[in-house]
């Protein structure tokens, strides 16, 4: 079954770690998208991919870092974690303009 | 600045009403325009999309768009306390994203009571 993954769901870790979220999908779409989210809060565009090796940032800042090795891998890298870094952070796909979304990684920094 | 606005809420409706959510658009270029539904602590749900003017059903969900008025809408019929969530508008464009890029609105808390 074509589906988007995202591991670990929850994760709950110390400052300073580093620390890498991982996105699979299964769907064969090209482009795909990290946002973060707040609870309660709206969507924020944080890196999208176009296709392997293109990687772009989106439009909220971050310290995070991206890759796209393969089209149907997106993991999301911080390098060093700080309380700031607390949030849900959800991966995307698309193909012809609609988005489907992953479960969401919960990251809770200490 | 491309925006998308909805009214947060919460909007109260008696299960087995209509449910109307709206949303409005700043980018007139805008070419396709979705609805989310959101359940607190999930990720969004893509439940209607439509790309040209006027009405378009699925199932209890009817979305609604009027270009020249930059207008989003949808209609849940038969609300059902299940359909409490927050309802996200998207629409096509915004600062990021490439041409597949969605610019969200933050969403309408909708609450159907039994």
């Known amino acids: 079954e074509a589906d988007i993954y995202q591991t670990p769901r929850y994760l709950v870790i110390g400052t300073g770690k580093k620390i890498t979220l991982e996105c699979s999908q299964t769907m064969g779409h090209d482009k795909m998208y990290w946002y973060q989210q707040d609870p309660g809060m709206e969507l924020h565009l944080i890196h999208y991919?176009?296709?392997?090796?293109?990687?772009e940032k989106g439009d909220l800042s971050s310290e995070s870092t991206v890759s796209r090795i393969r089209t149907e891998h997106f993991p999301l890298t911080l390098e060093s974690a700080r309380p700031s870094h607390t949030s849900q952070y959800l991966c995307a796909s698309s193909r012809g303009g609609q988005q489907f979304f992953g479960p969401g990684t919960r990251l809770t920094v200490l | 600045q491309k925006e998308v606005e909805q009214n947060s809420g919460p909007l109260s409706v008696p299960e087995g009403a209509i449910a109307s959510l709206n949303c409005t658009y700043s980018d007139r270029g805008s070419q396709s325009f979705f609805w989310y539904r959101q359940y607190s602590g999930k990720s969004p749900e893509l439940i209607m999309s439509i790309y040209s003017n006027g009405d378009k059903e699925d199932g209890r969900f009817t979305a609604q768009l009027n270009k020249a008025s930059q207008y989003v809408s949808l209609l849940i019929r038969d609300s059902q306390p299940s359909d409490s969530a927050t309802y996200l508008c998207a629409v096509n464009g915004g600062s990021g994203g490439g041409a597949d890029g969605l610019t969200f609105g933050k969403g309408t808390h909708l609450i159907i009571q039994p």
């Open positions: 991919s176009y296709g392997v090796n293109s990687t």
